[in-house]
């Protein structure tokens, strides 16, 4: 019994590890989303340059959540966790997936930047909410080294409440953002890179969750 519980446990430090590597691409993807967002004059090359380096990124994070996936269904885990861990995995592949998604939309309507009232939110509050993203994701990581379940759910409230500054912030631009006058193709521009940054914020909030029942479970 005490050999069985040893290999399940191997197999969970293992899933441990590979998410660290898994937010690790995540991080490095949102830094470059967040580099773009950060300089208005921005260079065609420059764009291209991030969207191939995230890109890869993306396909790189795939692996990852494919090889973990085939572990964790031929039983790395113990049985009674593997669903959620299953959840969990999918919810840190769309972190990535999605940053990756903001950056592509970054990259059809930087031009519109030229415009004050359009940069003047990417540059402010698609900005802060892309900060506070980064501290979500953090918080996440440092919690595959929590063993303690009261101390997973602490980290887990923290980035509950950072998700709801972001569902916030996200109100506000929305507010704004019908209040401008904009064409068609700003207002969607404007529109989806909001909503893509909110649904970063619930991936990590739903990975946090998962994580947490997972961890407290064994």
Excluded: C
């Excluded at 919810?91 to 903001?102: E, G, P, W």
């Excluded at 509050?125 to 993203?133: A, N």
């Amino acid at each position: 019994m005490k050999r069985l519980k040893a290999l399940f446990s191997s197999g969970l430090e293992e899933v441990r590890e590979s998410l660290r590597s898994h937010i690790r691409l995540s991080f490095e993807s949102l830094k470059l989303l967040q580099d773009v967002v950060a300089t208005r004059n921005l260079d065609r090359s420059v764009v291209d340059e991030a969207l191939r380096k995230a890109t890869a990124l993306e396909r790189e994070g795939d692996e990852v959540i494919r090889e973990l996936v085939d572990k964790v269904t031929q039983g790395a885990v113990v049985p009674t966790i593997t669903n959620i861990i299953l959840i969990l995995l999918d919810s840190v592949d769309n972190v990535l997936d999605l940053i990756y998604f903001a950056i592509k939309e970054v990259k059809r309507g930087y031009h519109l930047w030229a415009k004050d009232q359009i940069y003047s939110i990417v540059s402010s509050e698609i900005k802060e909410m892309l900060d506070l993203t980064k501290s979500m994701m953090e918080y996440l990581n440092t919690m595959l080294d929590v063993e303690k379940p009261e101390e997973l759910r602490r980290y887990a409230r923290l980035i509950s409440s950072l998700e709801e500054e972001i569902d916030e912030i996200k109100e506000n631009i929305l507010d704004k953002i019908y209040g401008l006058e904009l064409d068609a193709v700003e207002f969607n521009h404007l529109v989806s890179l909001v909503y893509t940054a909110d649904k970063i914020a619930d991936s990590i909030q739903d990975a946090a969750y998962n994580l947490t029942t997972a961890l407290a479970s064994v």
